[in-house]
């Protein structure tokens, strides 16, 4: 395979490896469009033949094989420049069904049988492949001049292929009129192929009416530019070895191997070197990017740091911070919060940052002079006049950190962010920069800012819990109060009644049972302890009527449909029947009714209270009657009773529903399961 190697071999083994590394870019393209297909298929071909050629072993367009491998090479591209004529979102079966696609594969395989087995004269190969050669070169100028705005798109590709079809046209006319190919045009196509790639590769990133968006990541181009120039160092090497062995003489080996562990001590300086490294990828990133970051890869990788922040554990400050650092590529930094009237206050370091007091003045005097500029100072830029300033305030203090990003809540300083790079890490502040870490500094603060008001709400929540607490206690010392006054009113008639004292001493020894509950309440920051009990309702509601509701008018009727008992907290029913039954007696007149009907349905309780008061309207009953602090009555009322009833009534798998009209009346329907 090697006996007849030429330099113009390793050219073609140079385009065979390019073509293979363009192929695999293609794989990450997930469209499916005919340009596609015909381009990852060209390249596929393209390989085999740099390796066909690499081999040097035939004849060019004597051998069969040469013969069919070149033309159906250059078919391909053909095939290629017409889809590229064609609309952009056509697959490849739309293409091939169209007649003139059709027609123009007839022709190729006639040309390829003819040309092969047919009339196998290299004459004839040589004319047939530079007419073909011409119509890709007429294909090529139609594509530029049908891009109209869109030039910009096309010329690398215009221009790589059209300096390989020159070439290509150069060779074929020299070798038509001569009756042989030039071996060293010949050979030099392969160099040509390798320069004219990267045209091709920026052509397709280019042009987004295909879809073909090729990606080449920054740390493949620096892997890879490294591995090239180790390559390079090495072939160094090696050359100068044999330039040593060549003059050495006696002193051949004793060279060899100093010079030999010399350069390998430095090449691995070199290449383990993080200052080195850094300062090349950042002059790649500056001279072949446009950017100084991978923004798609940043992004994720900020997306996924803040994804830490747990909100119940208060973590937020120190993970933000490490989002921060990540995010530029500083080792260490600060996290300052600035409040309006009070000294700054740290929320989250880093493990080898120290902050100084200097650090927190230029906090406090950077709070005070920009606080409404939203101004980014890298304080190792001594040249900045706003830095300068800074600096004349210190009173000869040093700083710790280079860079202050500051973040806005409602367009007020809340806080910043001290950055601290080591040696190998400082960027230059530019526009770029300043862009980018404003548009993470809203994305990161608004995680922080999430997590100080959770803060808040969680504080907030439990002076609610414990002033809804204190709010139904208040309503249940409403309801004693009510039964003390009904006590004293009765004992002016019925203190010397024996039956009297003695269901007096039952109700306040009930009243302070209920005090107790509500004072436990209230010191644990918990609901009272149910007390339940088996109750039978008739009696319950008799009782009900005549001990605590017979004050006001109408006195309310009960009437028994049929009896029923309940395993309940007997305390809070007795309260929230009191409750509904007293509403109903205070929005009804005097010469009005109140009926209390008490049935047993399908294993559940059913409690009506009907009454023929003012009644409700719809819009009432549905925002407003169960809201718990919306109350009619005034500085009177809680707001909290009809709440507390549905509350306590879904609590035991029951139901309430409640049906009125204006100045007609209402109706509460208790439901209950007996079990």
């Given at each position: ?27 990450t393209v997930k469209t499916q469009t005919a340009h596609k ?54 697959t490849i079966s739309q293409l091939f069904s169209t007649a ?380 004693v109060k009510a039964q003390i006054d009904m006590l004293l ?187």
């Amino acid at each position: 395979m090697f006996e007849n190697f030429q330099p113009g071999h390793f050219g073609f083994a140079l385009a065979a490896l390019g073509y293979a590394l363009f192929w695999t870019l293609q794989l990450t393209v997930k469209t499916q469009t005919a340009h596609k297909h015909l381009l990852s298929t060209y390249t596929i071909l393209s390989v085999l033949w740099a390796f066909d050629n690499f081999r040097g072993n035939e004849l060019p367009f004597v051998e069969l094989s040469s013969f069919l491998i070149e033309s159906t090479h250059k078919m391909l591209l053909a095939l290629f420049l017409l889809a590229a004529l064609n609309r952009t979102d056509v697959t490849i079966s739309q293409l091939f069904s169209t007649a003139k696609i059709r027609i123009v594969c007839l022709i190729f395989v006639s040309w390829l049988v003819f040309g092969g087995w047919i009339y196998a004269d290299l004459g004839a190969r040589l004319m047939g492949t530079l007419l073909l050669t011409v119509v890709m070169l007429a294909l090529i100028e139609a594509i530029y001049r049908q891009s109209g705005s869109q030039k910009w798109q096309f010329k690398p590709m215009i221009i790589a292929l059209s300096i390989c079809l020159l070439l290509d046209f150069y060779l074929l006319a020299e070798a038509a009129l001569l009756g042989k190919v030039n071996q060293q045009t010949w050979q030099a196509r392969g160099f040509v192929h390798v320069m004219m790639l990267p045209f091709l590769v920026v052509a397709v990133k280019r042009i987004k009416s295909w879809g073909i968006n090729v990606y080449v990541s920054r740390d493949i181009v620096l892997q890879s530019s490294l591995v090239l120039a180790a390559g390079v160092y090495l072939c160094l090497l090696a050359i100068v070895g044999y330039y040593l062995s060549y003059i050495g003489g006696n002193w051949t080996t004793l060279l060899q191997v100093v010079f030999v562990v010399v350069g390998t001590a430095l090449f691995c300086t070199l290449v383990f070197s993080d200052a080195i490294r850094r300062k090349y990828k950042v002059f790649i990133e500056k001279h072949f990017f446009a950017n100084t970051f991978d923004y798609r890869e940043k992004w994720v990788e900020l997306t996924r740091e803040l994804k830490k922040v747990e909100i119940a554990n208060h973590n937020a400050p120190a993970v933000c911070l490490t989002a921060w650092c990540k995010a530029i590529g500083y080792s260490d930094g600060a996290l300052v919060k600035l409040p309006a009237a009070a000294e700054p206050e740290v929320l989250a370091t880093t493990p080898n940052y120290q902050l100084s007091a200097a650090d927190l003045q230029i906090a406090a005097i950077y709070q005070q002079k920009f606080g409404n500029k939203n101004w980014l100072l890298d304080f190792s830029d001594l040249n900045d006049h706003d830095v300068k300033a800074i600096h004349h305030e210190l009173n000869g203090m040093t700083e710790t950190f280079a860079l202050l990003v500051p973040f806005y809540q409602n367009n007020q300083l809340w806080g910043c962010c001290l950055l601290k790079p080591l040696a190998t890490e400082h960027l230059k502040l530019n526009w770029e920069l300043r862009d980018y870490l404003n548009a993470v500094s809203e994305q990161i603060s608004s995680y922080l800012f999430m997590s100080e008001a959770s803060k808040e709400l969680s504080e907030n929540a439990q002076f609610m819990a414990f002033s809804r607490m204190s709010a139904f206690v208040v309503h249940d010392l409403k309801n004693v109060k009510a039964q003390i006054d009904m006590l004293l009113k009765n004992a002016k008639r019925h203190r010397h009644n024996p039956e009297f004292v003695d269901d007096a001493f039952e109700t306040i020894e009930a009243m302070q049972s209920r005090l107790q509950n509500m004072l436990s309440q209230l010191t644990q920051k918990q609901s009272g302890i149910e007390h339940k009990k088996t109750v039978v309702m008739a009696r319950l509601l008799q009782q009900l009527i005549t001990e605590r509701c017979a004050e006001h008018e109408p006195l309310p009727k009960l009437q028994i449909i049929q009896d029923c008992e309940l395993y309940i907290d007997h305390e809070r029913l007795c309260n929230i029947l009191f409750h509904l039954i007293d509403n109903a007696q205070q929005a009804t007149a005097a010469d009005g009714s109140v009926t209390v009907e008490l049935d047993v349905q399908n294993d559940s309780m059913i409690l009506k209270i009907i009454d023929t008061g003012c009644g409700m309207s719809a819009e009432f009953i549905k925002e407003r009657l169960f809201k718990p602090f919306d109350t009619t009555k005034g500085n009177a009322g809680m707001g909290i009773g009809a709440y507390d009833a549905q509350n306590f009534i879904q609590q035991n798998q029951g139901q309430l529903s409640v049906f009125s009209e204006v100045n007609i009346g209402s109706t509460f329907t208790i439901q209950l399961p007996l079990h």
